[in-house]
């Protein structure tokens, strides 16, 4: 396993995952302050008149209940998501960094792999995404989790007590809501994620969610255990809803900045662009490249994943400046399950990687 800047375990500098007391001090509202962010939250507000029943039994101490998993991850599953691709990228990544900037988060596959890990969890995480809402769910889950776990809990019930017919209108309720309050757009977008056909996230042009119903028999609405791994490891993210080039305006030499864009399309049947009402196209990968030159002309490490695509692959290679790998990886966006299946990922790379692990001295 690679040894990394990013913290090493018992070497006297605070870690991402300040272990449950620190958890739990943070979750009942008495935790420091992080960058970018703010004190513990407020207290529950209201409650939706589809939230159900007002109270969910929490535990005193959530953090140590036996339900805690030893790992965070990712609290939404997403379309792109990183998690079968991890050891490929994490082979890849340099050691002894200092910021970790993710401007395109969604489900966050990479960061919490790293966040849980006290030998690599970056003592300083800047993490976006251009989707307002999941950026919200982000902050409740770092600030607010007790609430969430509340108000999921009560979701979760009412959704199993019913029948097929009323799990689908309580389906299509949430679905027509427009919450305004960060504790309502979370739950919502959760349970949402939880109980939509396929378990994914899209919108349409106007943005809205427009993913129909599913059909899983019992869907895991309410994950308090992950949640608050979830949370924990988001102590000291800066969370920002922003454009990916304002994102990564800050980074440095001794940061590291992963990009994962929305995947170019390798056919027409192959496009998913409902990650926001934006569509990212070839402008936008292009905009990214020059983004990405500005930033190793700036000495910043950066790695890159994307499909491999002829034109992408030009782009990078063209540039006679990046590394270009492929690494195997299963795509899971499709709808129909018999057209998901091997497709190679591309890496982008600004700085050599020597027995799987990052090198920086070369780099700029
Ligand atoms: C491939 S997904 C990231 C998946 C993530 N790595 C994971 O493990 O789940 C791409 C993300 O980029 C976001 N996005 C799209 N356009 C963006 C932009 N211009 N700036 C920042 N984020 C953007 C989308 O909302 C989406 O969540």
New binding site residues.
Partial sequence: MFRSRFGVAGAGRPRALPGPEGARRRVEGRGRPRAGGRLQSRPTSRISPLAGARHTAVPDQPAEDATAPALAR?F?K??????QLLPALLSRMPVALETYY??????????FALAQDPDHAPRRAVL????HE?VTAYRVVRDEVRALVERLGALERRYMEADADGRSTLFYAVRDEAPAEPLEVAARLIFLNKTCFNGL?RVNRHGRFNVPHGRYARPRILDCGGLLAASRALAHAELTC????T?CAGAGPRDFV?F????HPLSKTSRFTG??E?E?GRA?QLRLKRCIDALTERGVPLML?NSPHDWIVGVYEGAGRYRVERTPARRAINSRGDRRGAIDELLVLNYPVERGRGRLESLA
């Fill in positions: 990712p939404v997403w379309a792109g998501g990183k998690g993710e401007p395109f988060l969604g489900g966050g596959a990479l960061f976006n995404d251009a989707n999941l996230y922003a454009d990916f080039e994102a992963y994962d864009p929305p995947f990650y926001t934006s990212f936008e994943s």
